[in-house]
């Protein structure tokens, strides 16, 4: 089966410093990425890692520096018009904030009505009406009249996320990249909107990138799926979602799942950190040279990690790793 | 509340506050009853809207003037033979009171620092305007020692600016500077939340050592009930502006007597478990400003019953040490 | 079919004053400016201009018959003021519509578009603002003839360059929010993205830019009058003071009236306006409706 979206060798600089700086930075390098349909591949990553920034060239909001964003096999930024057109329609993107994602002045039928409109969807306020309501009902806004003529502000916020959610449903796609869904929910209120999106698989074969900085729920949603982690810049282990929580081969991943405190005391409370070499969090504007990871990584050699960037190769079948511990 | 009477350091008796709002006044505290022991780490959990930050703004007087007002209760501070009810503070008073007794690290108070000053003259301005009678030389030997004490390097953060420094590295910062006056207890409102897991861990680390060599008091509030599992002594479950349940951390977490407690523990994932699935809490939390009579959680309890609509449920006791307030007779578990 | 549309447009209205009335600004702003405009329209109907001079009837107290009392030969203040209401209005809100109707579309067009255009524009504007308004409004008066409307659309193309920059950092601040960036995802169209979700949330912005400019051009115009420069009628408010002034009206008490009318008639106008479009901010701003 052929890849839905492929992302190959992906980077994106930004200039930084001011319009005649010749300083630029790496937000991501070499990304590589892949993703069939029905598929779910959860980026893992601390802010500042470049997660967002992938998921937007995922999305064709950021055209990258270097490397090809290929969909259906197609390069996305050598399509024609209306090619492209349809790309548009078939990947959408969830943002973080369900308090930014909504005009704050358009009722939620305006909101939602307006790509139905466009996109002639729907013909008249009748059947926009009627999509509307079935939309809100595959979100479990119900009753949807209630809903129809609210404002934003007048929802909570994980009324407004599932909004934000039916919005993304009115053209149909057939990827959505979801960026920090949850994170701004309480909670309580966090298994609901996982388990819609993931209903919406079940029901219309929608695939997701699904960008998080929380391991935990990136486990509950891409299981039986794939993980990414990234750190600075660059994706640095890849494989099934149980393998790679439970036998991470990273050094970095290994660190996280250390770091990650869990909601079991006896648990937690005697599980092993791993000590760092260095307390100090780099920074986007000086990437480390060599494995960007090396400074914190216990398992660093000199001479080795310090001076090339190592690549991700495969490992196991289907199990990707960037680091020098693993190269043959 | 039955921690014992000499080792308490606070005490806090039918606390009630009010946000006054343009649709009408907002009970973010309703009578909340609760005594801190020397020495222990206790945490305050909630989700959003539960009133945590509200309750630990009002333990220093801190709320604004204008748009708060405490309805009623006393927040007691028990030093040997006196006590000092801080709502009752003003002024002077209340400013020397504050930071020297009690102090604060407020949420997102990592981006609080002042982008143009040093950092050492930050921490000299906080002993300056509380009035501690040290000498520079003194003051810059405590500043350098507590910034140890958060394990950074003394010499190389006092001369440098907030912006050359990493998030987790002003939350140390912030943390110091908390404990300048050498207060006897010490308030958290969330400090690790914008700050990545490896981060997080250090500080947490941090906080430990902190905690056990000057035998701080802790009050943590968080809605990371992950955080209370590494770190609590004794945890406060709150919700709609009250302590629903009160405990010791295993009981909390091994056999939480609370519907709340127990479904927030059902959702959230977990990483080393067999349990495989997540479930929300339906439903949303209630308004405070027209809240639901009776208990507040019980439009959304599964077990909820005739009275759970008409009375509000009050703390009793159903453990040593671990109260409940649940008209239900239950352990938590489905039925 | 067109029942319904009648229906809602009509609900929609009542909705729309509901909302005006909900603020007490903005009742009284309303209420204000009502009796100007109808002052404006009916004026001169209901209160002739009272032209005839009689001397014997000069500075008379304010009475039933004379609210405002008489001017220096004997006229009824009141009707002036009456009369003058109309040019005062259509002046300034011609002038304000061009202006921030121009301002809108270049601030909006430049912080969407952004690169050249948005730097050409920008220093057009910049170049606009270092000629000064009043001195050449004075200068083009002495070398043609200006007429009301002309007057008004000149006032409104000198304007737009400040209301045109802040509009644009309103645009450039709200073009970064997610919401618009899921309307381009969603393929919405520039146009739409202009007008559906970009005009709304700047309203509340340009209804304030209105009445802001419609009090800066009340004090042009009343003030190029009051300095003579541009042609005018015995009822203009601008004209009233200048003639009050000019012929000593401030030093006697019992012609204070006649020089403080015309003031008070324009202070009361802005006034007006700006209670108004406070209490359009409601309407404007879904979130503060309760």
Redesign the interface.
């Known amino acids: 089966m052929e890849n839905l979206l492929e992302l190959r060798d992906v980077s994106k600089a930004y200039r930084v410093g001011g319009l005649l700086s010749r300083i630029f930075v790496n937000a991501i390098e070499d990304i590589q990425l892949e993703l069939k349909a029905g598929e779910i591949l959860s980026l893992v990553g601390?802010?500042g890692c470049g997660k967002t920034t992938t998921g937007k060239v995922a999305?064709g909001?950021i055209k990258p520096t270097r490397g090809k964003v290929l969909y259906k096999g197609k390069d996305i930024w050598s399509m024609k018009k209306h090619e492209f057109?349809d790309y548009?329609?078939d990947v959408?993107?969830i943002?973080q904030?369900p308090y930014?994602?909504?005009?704050?002045?358009?009722t939620v039928y305006?909101i939602l009505s307006?790509?139905l409109f466009?996109?002639s969807i729907v013909q008249n306020k009748e059947q926009a009406i009627s999509k509307i309501e079935e939309l809100l009902e595959l979100v479990d806004l119900t009753p949807p009249e209630q809903y129809i003529s609210k404002?934003p502000?007048q929802l909570?916020?994980?009324?407004r996320q599932r909004v934000?959610i039916a919005?993304t449903l009115?053209?149909n796609p057939k990827l959505i990249v979801a960026d920090e869904p949850v994170s701004m929910i309480?909670?309580?209120?966090?298994?609901?909107?996982?388990?819609i999106l993931l209903d919406l698989k079940e029901k219309f074969g929608v695939s997701y990138i699904y960008i998080t900085?929380d391991?935990?729920?990136a486990?509950?949603f891409s299981?039986d799926y794939r993980l990414a982690i990234m750190y600075l810049g660059g994706i640095v282990e890849m494989g099934r979602t149980d393998k790679t929580?439970n036998d991470p081969i990273h050094p970095y991943t290994k660190?996280?799942?250390s770091?990650?405190?869990?909601?079991?005391?006896?648990?937690?409370?005697s599980k092993k950190?791993m000590q760092?070499r260095s307390?100090?969090?780099p920074?986007l504007l000086r990437v480390p040279e060599g494995c960007r990871f090396h400074p914190r990584c216990p398992f660093f050699k000199e001479g080795v990690c310090d001076k090339e960037r190592p690549r991700l190769v495969e490992v196991e079948k289907d199990r990707f790793v960037a680091c020098f511990l693993y190269e043959s | 509340m039955k921690v014992s009477r000499l080792t308490q350091i606070l005490s806090i008796r039918g606390l009630s506050v009010e946000y006054l709002t343009p649709r009408g006044n907002l009970k973010a505290v309703r009578n909340v009853n609760l005594d801190v022991e020397k020495g222990e780490t206790l945490f305050l959990v909630g989700?959003?809207g539960a009133g945590k930050s509200t309750l630990g703004l009002t333990i220093l007087k801190l709320l604004p003037e204008r748009a708060a007002r405490i309805i009623s209760g006393k927040v007691l501070f028990l030093e040997g033979e006196r006590n000092l009810d801080v709502t009752e503070l003003k002024g002077e008073g209340l400013r020397r009171f504050r930071w020297k007794n009690i102090s604060m690290v407020f949420q997102g108070a990592m981006n609080s620092l002042n982008p143009i000053m040093r950092i050492r003259d930050q921490l000299y301005d906080v002993i300056q305007a509380h009035g501690m009678k040290i000498s520079k030389k003194e003051a810059y030997e405590r500043m350098k020692s507590l910034l140890d004490m958060v394990?950074l390097e003394s010499d190389r953060i006092l001369g440098s600016y907030p912006h050359q420094l990493?998030?987790?590295m002003r939350q140390r910062v912030m943390i110091a500077m908390s404990l300048l006056l050498d207060p006897k207890i010490i308030i958290l409102d969330e400090p690790t939340t914008?700050l990545?897991?490896?981060?997080?861990?250090?500080i947490?680390?941090v906080l430990k050592e902190i905690k056990s060599r000057l035998n701080l008091t802790m009050i943590f509030i968080t809605?990371?009930?992950?955080?209370a599992?590494?770190m609590?002594d004794r945890i406060a479950i709150m919700y709609a502006g009250t302590i629903v349940e009160i405990g010791e951390?295993?009981q909390i977490?091994y056999h939480p007597r609370h519907p709340y407690t127990a479904?927030?523990?059902k959702?959230?994932?977990?990483?080393?478990?067999e349990i495989?699935?997540?479930?929300?809490?339906?439903g949303?939390?209630p308004d405070m400003i027209n809240p639901p009579k009776g208990c507040k959680f019980h439009p959304r309890c599964p077990y909820k019953h005739e009275i759970c609509m008409l009375e509000e449920p009050l703390l009793k006791e159903v453990e040593k040490n671990h109260y409940t307030a649940c008209w239900m007779d239950n352990d938590g578990k489905s039925p | 079919m067109s029942r319904t549309t009648f229906k809602s447009q009509l609900s929609k209205t009542i909705d729309l004053f509901k909302l005006i009335f909900s603020s007490k600004s903005g009742t009284v702003g309303l209420m204000i400016l009502l009796v100007y405009i109808l002052m404006a329209a009916f004026g001169s109907i209901i209160r002739p201009l009272d032209t005839m001079p009689r001397p014997y009837q000069m500075y008379l107290p304010p009475s039933l018959e004379h609210p405002l009392g008489t001017d220096n030969q004997g006229r009824d203040t009141l009707s002036y003021i009456v009369n003058g209401a109309f040019s005062v209005l259509y002046i300034s809100f011609v002038a304000s519509l061009l202006s921030v109707g121009i301002a809108a579309l270049i601030g909006c067009v430049s912080g969407f578009k952004g690169g050249k255009i948005d730097s050409t524009l920008m220093y057009l504007a910049d170049v606009m603002l270092n000629i000064p308004q009043f001195p050449l409004m004075a200068v083009l008066s002495g070398i043609m003839r200006l007429t009301d409307l002309f007057l008004a659309m000149l006032m409104g193309v000198l304007s737009w360059p400040s209301l045109a920059k802040a509009i644009r950092s309103q645009v450039l601040s709200l073009k970064e929010?997610?919401?618009i960036?899921?309307?381009?995802?969603?393929?919405?169209?520039t146009r739409?993205i202009i007008f559906?979700?970009f005009m709304?949330?700047l309203?509340p912005y340009i209804a304030v830019s209105f009445a802001l400019a419609m009090t800066y051009s009340i004090y042009n115009y009343v003030g190029l009058v009051f300095l003579g420069l541009v042609p005018f009628t015995a009822q203009n408010w601008g004209v009233m003071i200048n003639h009050a002034w000019v012929l000593g009206g401030i030093y006697n008490r019992d012609s204070l009236l006649w020089i403080i009318s015309p003031i008070a008639a324009i202070i009361g106008l802005e006034i007006g306006i700006i209670m108004f479009s406070r209490g359009l901010e409601a309407v404007?701003?879904?979130?503060l409706r309760t």
């Not at chain 1, 869990?262 to 648990?267: C, G, M, T």
């Not at chain 2, 990545?196 to 250090?202: E, F, M, P, R």
């Open positions: 601390e802010s999305v909001l057109k548009r329609k959408q993107m943002h904030d930014s994602s909504l005009n704050p002045v358009l305006q307006s790509p466009r996109h404002y502000h909570s916020g994980g009324e934000v919005r009115t053209l309480d909670v309580s209120l966090r298994a609901s909107i996982l388990n900085h391991l935990l729920t486990k509950y299981k929580i660190a996280l799942l770091a990650l405190p869990e909601p079991d005391p006896k648990v937690t409370r950190t760092l307390l100090d969090v920074s | 989700e959003s394990k990493s998030g987790g914008a990545d897991v490896l981060t997080q861990k250090n947490m680390n809605h990371d009930l992950s955080l599992a590494e609590a951390v295993n977490f479904a927030l523990l959702s959230v994932p977990r990483l080393s478990s495989e699935s997540i479930e929300s809490i339906p949303s939390p | 929010r997610d919401f960036e899921a309307a381009r995802m969603l393929d919405l169209g739409h559906s979700e709304p949330n309203m404007f701003n879904p979130r």
